[in-house]
């Protein structure tokens, strides 16, 4: 064989052998970016800054991960060429804590890898919290800004970049920004929500607050009597309230919370929304894989899941002990989101796997969309196929202050789809189901699914959750984003990302290359 044959052979073999999946949250069989070259594990930002500046010199793919908490192969751009990947959990400091005595709220400046639970810890030990800004489980405050997570409420900013103040971001040459929050800035409203297109956020300066002691308190209703409520007045008292609906049992259960003087109770309550048992995960396990054929296993699911839900998803954290009793009463953070119980697993951990969607719609339709998949349940039955939720808290209705900028899907003021009518803020329909791993991986009557995202797009106004939906709902959601919003926060990008190296399928979907 010639020399340069073989040169050709090898690197043809090198191409082919070199690239692999990056996986979600979900492992193997679960890709968040499908063709990737290398992962780095950066522990600096200086780091992270030398590794995209060789990525810009050579023109190449290069994306930022935090803990791969997303469901879909999204990440990435679809691009022939292959993605280096960033991975931040090591650029994890926290620094410059500040919360004087007199203050209503202060600072701290997080870097890129830093976690919801370990910002928690470091908060609580020096009597401070993050206030109402958080979201579920192990996942990076940099990831959930970039993709615009929130939690859930009417009342305070539930968006979790409502709480920046400050990013620095590392852009499309390998220089590092600094981009302050300013209502009038063009810049600053694509960085508040920048599907990290932008590029890496390397530090951001959040609020924090006087930790408080809070109360989580649960009710069960039957559907009937919500599907007609006012939601509104249902969620909006509360610093963070929710719904889990039940489609089969026809239930919801609503859930608030509130604040009580730290000297009113001595519990101190965890809460956990993902722990499992090793027996109720392989019972789980069980049970759910054969929900694909037998719809009766989906019923019994449902129904064993609502009557768990029922009683409080808390321990106590200092003895792990279950409590048994609503309400329950603990630090902010423990009771607002808590984690992983000491001798327990997520529930991924035992193969439970789930796919999922998420759309928001404007509170003035809220009640409108609830009842249209009522409908849509409905007209299952009719072809007989009884449809009931195969996730451990149901379909999870959540709720969003308006907050204002070009990509969230709580913002307001656009000229398209309903305009004015998201000032009031928004109800999202969170619908996740379990993702069987026999066979083809598809539901029980899949075409279900399909048909009710397609629906609730073409019915209504729609805004999709940026990592909680497929390329298909993305294609179809697109017509309901402002394309003043998409012009304005592309011309951003090109500022920041003139090559295009930071790509996402999202970003190439809703137009914005
Ligand atoms: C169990 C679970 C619970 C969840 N709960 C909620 C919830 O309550 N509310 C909610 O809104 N969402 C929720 N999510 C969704 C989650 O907030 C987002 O998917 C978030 O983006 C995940 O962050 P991550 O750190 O895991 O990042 P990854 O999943 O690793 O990355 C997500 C995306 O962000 C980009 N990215 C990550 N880090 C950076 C960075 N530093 N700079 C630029 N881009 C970056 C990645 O390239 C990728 O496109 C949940 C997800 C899971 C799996
Ligand atoms: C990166 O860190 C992860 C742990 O988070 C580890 O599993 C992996 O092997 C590391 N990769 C490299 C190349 O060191
Ligand atoms: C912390 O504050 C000091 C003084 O203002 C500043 O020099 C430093 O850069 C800050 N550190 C971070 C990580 O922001
Ligand atoms: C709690 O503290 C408040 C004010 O700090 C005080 O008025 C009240 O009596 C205290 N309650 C209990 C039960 O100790
Ligand atoms: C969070 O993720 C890390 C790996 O990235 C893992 O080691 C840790 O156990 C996780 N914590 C929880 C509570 O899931």
Same mark, same amino acid.
């Given at each position: 064989?010639?020399?340069?044959?073989?040169?050709? @052979?090898?690197?043809?073999?090198?191409?082919?052998?070199?690239?692999?999946?990056?996986?979600?949250?979900?492992?193997?069989?679960?890709?968040?970016?499908?063709?990737?070259?290398?992962?780095?594990?950066?522990?600096?930002?200086?780091?992270?800054?030398?590794?995209?500046?060789?990525?810009?010199?050579?023109?190449?793919?290069?994306?930022?991960?935090?803990?791969?908490?997303?469901?879909?192969?999204?990440?990435?751009?679809?691009?022939?060429?292959?993605?280096?990947?960033?991975?931040?959990?090591?650029?994890?400091?926290?620094?410059?804590?500040?919360?004087?005595?007199?203050?209503?709220?202060?600072?701290?400046?997080?870097?890129?890898?830093?976690?919801?639970?370990?910002?928690?810890?470091?908060?609580?030990?020096?009597?401070?919290?993050?206030?109402?800004?958080?979201?579920?489980?192990?996942?990076?405050?940099?990831?959930?800004?970039?993709?615009?997570?929130?939690?859930?409420?009417?009342?305070?900013?539930?968006?979790?970049?409502?709480?920046?103040?400050?990013?620095?971001?590392?852009?499309?040459?390998?220089?590092?920004?600094?981009?302050?929050? $300013?209502?009038?800035?063009?810049?600053?409203?694509?960085?508040?929500?920048?599907?990290?297109?932008?590029?890496?956020?390397?530090?951001?300066?959040?609020?924090?607050?006087?930790?408080?002691?809070?109360?989580?308190?649960?009710?069960?209703?039957?559907?009937?009597?919500?599907?007609?409520? $006012?939601?509104?007045?249902?969620?909006?008292?509360?610093?963070?309230?929710?719904?889990?609906?039940?489609?089969?049992?026809?239930?919801?259960?609503?859930?608030?919370?509130?604040?009580?003087?730290?000297?009113?109770?001595?519990?101190?309550?965890?809460?956990?929304?993902?722990?499992?048992?090793?027996?109720?995960?392989?019972?789980?396990?069980?049970?759910?894989?054969?929900?694909?054929?037998?719809?009766?296993?989906?019923?019994?699911?449902?129904?064993?899941?609502?009557?768990?839900?029922?009683?409080?998803?808390?321990?106590?954290?200092?003895?792990?002990?279950?409590?048994?009793?609503?309400?329950?009463?603990?630090?902010?953070?423990?009771?607002?989101?808590?984690?992983?119980?000491?001798?327990?697993?997520?529930?991924?951990?035992?193969?439970?796997?789930?796919?999922?969607?998420?759309?928001?719609?404007?509170?003035?339709?809220?009640?409108?969309?609830?009842?249209?998949?009522?409908?849509?349940?409905?007209?299952?039955?009719?072809?007989?196929?009884?449809?009931?939720?195969?996730?451990?808290?149901?379909?999870?209705?959540?709720?969003?202050?308006?907050?204002? $900028?070009?990509?969230?899907?709580?913002?307001?003021?656009?000229?398209?789809?309903?305009?004015?009518?998201?000032?009031?803020?928004?109800?999202?329909? $969170?619908?996740?189901?379990?993702?069987?791993?026999?066979?083809?991986?598809?539901?029980?009557?899949?075409?279900?699914?399909?048909?009710?995202?397609?629906?609730?797009?073409?019915?209504?106004?729609?805004?999709?959750?940026?990592?909680?939906?497929?390329?298909?709902?993305?294609?179809?959601?697109?017509?309901?984003?402002?394309?003043?919003?998409?012009?304005?926060?592309?011309?951003?990008?090109?500022?920041?990302?003139?090559?295009? @190296?930071?790509?996402?399928?999202?970003?190439?979907?809703?137009?914005?290359?």
């Amino acid at each position: 064989m010639k020399p340069t044959q073989f040169i050709a @052979i090898a690197a043809l073999w090198a191409s082919g052998a070199s690239t692999f999946p990056f996986n979600t949250f979900d492992g193997p069989g679960f890709p968040a970016c499908n063709d990737v070259s290398a992962v780095y594990n950066a522990t600096s930002v200086s780091e992270m800054v030398s590794l995209v500046q060789e990525a810009s010199t050579n023109n190449t793919p290069v994306r930022a991960a935090g803990k791969g908490h997303m469901w879909y192969d999204t990440m990435c751009s679809s691009s022939s060429q292959s993605t280096t990947i960033i991975r931040t959990e090591f650029v994890n400091a926290i620094a410059n804590f500040s919360l004087p005595e007199e203050a209503e709220s202060g600072t701290v400046v997080v870097e890129a890898g830093v976690t919801f639970f370990q910002l928690a810890d470091y908060l609580h030990e020096r009597g401070a919290s993050m206030g109402y800004t958080l979201v579920n489980w192990n996942i990076t405050l940099a990831g959930a800004v970039a993709m615009g997570a929130h939690r859930s409420s009417l009342k305070e900013e539930a968006n979790v970049a409502a709480g920046v103040l400050e990013m620095d971001i590392i852009d499309g040459n390998g220089n590092l920004r600094t981009v302050v929050r $300013d209502e009038g800035s063009e810049t600053w409203h694509a960085a508040s929500t920048s599907l990290g297109l932008l590029g890496i956020i390397a530090r951001m300066k959040v609020k924090v607050y006087r930790d408080e002691k809070v109360y989580a308190m649960q009710d069960t209703y039957d559907e009937a009597d919500i599907l007609d409520a $006012d939601l509104e007045a249902m969620i909006a008292p509360y610093p963070t309230a929710n719904f889990w609906w039940w489609p089969y049992m026809r239930k919801f259960h609503h859930r608030y919370y509130d604040v009580i003087p730290t000297n009113s109770s001595s519990q101190e309550g965890f809460q956990s929304t993902f722990s499992v048992t090793e027996i109720e995960g392989a019972a789980a396990k069980a049970i759910l894989e054969s929900g694909k054929y037998l719809p009766a296993s989906n019923w019994l699911a449902e129904t064993i899941f609502f009557s768990l839900w029922e009683s409080p998803n808390f321990h106590e954290k200092s003895t792990n002990e279950e409590i048994a009793e609503w309400p329950v009463y603990g630090w902010n953070h423990d009771v607002l989101i808590g984690g992983l119980y000491p001798d327990q697993k997520p529930e991924w951990d035992y193969d439970l796997h789930g796919y999922t969607l998420e759309l928001a719609v404007p509170m003035s339709q809220a009640n409108a969309l609830l009842k249209r998949v009522r409908e849509l349940f409905d007209d299952e039955i009719l072809k007989g196929f009884v449809m009931a939720s195969t996730y451990r808290s149901g379909i999870n209705i959540k709720f969003g202050k308006a907050y204002f $900028d070009f990509l969230g899907q709580t913002t307001y003021g656009s000229a398209v789809s309903g305009g004015e009518g998201w000032k009031g803020g928004v109800m999202m329909f $969170d619908f996740p189901s379990y993702h069987p791993t026999s066979g083809d991986g598809l539901r029980y009557n899949e075409e279900f699914y399909h048909n009710l995202a397609t629906t609730l797009i073409d019915e209504f106004p729609v805004r999709p959750h940026w990592t909680k939906n497929t390329r298909e709902v993305f294609e179809q959601a697109k017509k309901n984003l402002d394309p003043d919003y998409i012009a304005r926060f592309r011309a951003v990008r090109e500022d920041f990302d003139p090559n295009g @190296i930071f790509k996402s399928v999202v970003g190439e979907i809703i137009g914005l290359y």
